[in-house]
């Protein structure tokens, strides 16, 4: 990719605090482009790329997305390209999720996302040209027990995707979704405090940088959907088409989940339920 060049792209990506988020920001300022990184709670230690302005917003609040989108354009007077990378998993058994714990799911994951799609769509319309970009999952292809809202968010935020790349045939503003497999984070550190969590360790995490590299991918060669990591594509999609053997193969993969987390958190993780999960 040495060959690539965002420069003059302006480039808004969300949850840019996150390990994924970050890494997708610092991987487009590499390359050029004017970032914004939007961060709700945790600001971002790194403040010295004069190609980065962090910005500080909740995004499952409409006025917040106008704000941020009313900064970009004051500033840069365009809009190429936004990447939805927030997100929130609270894992464990459904019965046992607070009813907070839900809203705050689906807030994050799909509802506030739309709101900013639909606000960034207007104004890529009058412009005539930008590429939405959603930081998806396997998790929204293959189910995910004892993860089950999560997943059932990235499950929508799936068909929303395909949905709306339909609607924008034509306009000249393309629609990507990227599905990662786990991917190497504090939040698979916090996903591996639950005792149920198998599915996500089955197979060997991702780094987020690899997720970076999609996103750089799918602007210079757009898409509907990728799937990373690419081994991983044709087997969730023929679970898709065949519910009954994914439950038949579900008490042998909760097996060799839980073996593979716990090589996961005897290398990565200092980890005990008590205490939880510390890099």
Known sequence: ????????????VTGGSGGIGSAIVNKLSHYGASVVSVYNKNHPDDQSDENIIH???NLTKSEDWDRLLAFALNKYGKIDILINSAGRLDPGNFLSLQEDQLIKMI??????????IQKTLMIMKKQGFGHIINIGSLGGIVPMPYSAVYSATKFALRGFTFSLAEELNGTGINISLINPGSVNTKLL????????????????PISPITVANAVL??????RVELIIPR????????????????????SILHKIGIAKKRKYLKRYCDFSLAKGVIR
Request: glycine share 2%; net charge positive; no cysteine.
């Open 107 to 116: 807030d994050i994951n799909f509802t506030s996302v739309l709101t900013g």
């Open 189 to 204: 550190d916090f996903e591996a405090r639950d005792n149920d969590t198998a599915i996500s360790f089955v197979s060997k």
């Open 55 to 57: 910005v500080k917003a």
């Open 1 to 12: 990719m040495s060959n690539i060049s965002l420069k003059n792209k302006v480039i808004i």
């Open 217 to 222: 991918k799918v602007i210079h060669e757009p």
């Open 231 to 250: 081994s991983q594509s044709i087997p969730s999609k023929l679970l898709v088409f065949s519910p009954n053997i994914f439950s038949g193969l579900y």
